[in-house]
């Protein structure tokens, strides 16, 4: 449950499917893209995020530890009560965190596209090309707005 390669994935499929449309300037729109590897790789605000994130969720590991050490002072249906509620909070923790880094880089996004007068931003990744030819470049502008 490591934040990291996964964020750039999350980012790129989540923001993908999220076209920002701000209207058509006659017949050809004025599409951006961004790398979303080098957003995850580069940016400090998403790393500080991750980072938080991965120590919340490494304490939540040593409690489920400690909580499996003491499996033998339970009943069985109690250790599984309190188990059950462990994997819940270690979601619980795993969402927030990749709900807070999709809503700032697409906070982000919405004004470098009002910026740049955009029509749509997509995610391009080294592995799958949203945008093959043409569109405007705006990872560096994204890089500076999520620091």
Same mark, same amino acid.
Request: proline content about 0%.
């Given at each position: 449950?490591?934040?990291?390669?996964?964020?750039?994935?999350?980012?790129?499929?989540?923001?993908?499917?999220?076209?920002?449309?701000?209207?058509?300037?006659?017949?050809?729109?004025?599409?951006?893209?961004?790398?979303?590897?080098?957003?995850?790789?580069?940016?400090?605000?998403?790393?500080?995020?991750?980072?938080?994130?991965?120590?919340?969720?490494?304490?939540?590991?040593?409690?489920?530890?400690?909580? +499996?050490?003491?499996?033998?002072?339970?009943?069985? /249906?109690?250790? *599984? #009560? &309190? =188990? @059950? $509620?462990?994997?819940?909070?270690? +979601?619980?923790?795993?969402?927030?965190?990749?709900? /807070?880094?999709? *809503? #700032? &880089? =697409? @906070? $982000?996004?919405?004004?470098?596209?009002?910026?740049?007068?955009?029509?749509?931003?997509?995610?391009?990744?080294?592995?799958?090309?949203?945008?093959?030819?043409?569109?405007?470049?705006?990872?560096?502008?994204?890089?500076?707005?999520?620091?």
């Amino acid at each position: 449950m490591k934040f990291g390669k996964k964020t750039g994935a999350l980012i790129g499929a989540s923001l993908l499917a999220a076209v920002l449309m701000t209207g058509c300037a006659g017949n050809q729109a004025s599409v951006g893209y961004f790398n979303a590897e080098r957003i995850d790789k580069e940016s400090e605000a998403l790393k500080a995020i991750e980072s938080e994130a991965n120590a919340k969720l490494a304490e939540a590991q040593q409690e489920a530890i400690a909580l +499996q050490q003491k499996k033998g002072t339970m009943s069985d /249906e109690e250790f *599984q #009560k &309190v =188990q @059950q $509620a462990q994997m819940l909070k270690m +979601q619980a923790l795993n969402q927030k965190y990749q709900i /807070e880094i999709q *809503q #700032k &880089v =697409q @906070q $982000a996004l919405e004004q470098i596209s009002k910026e740049k007068k955009l029509d749509a931003v997509m995610a391009n990744t080294n592995m799958q090309k949203a945008v093959i030819h043409g569109g405007v470049d705006i990872t560096d502008d994204l890089l500076q707005k999520l620091k």
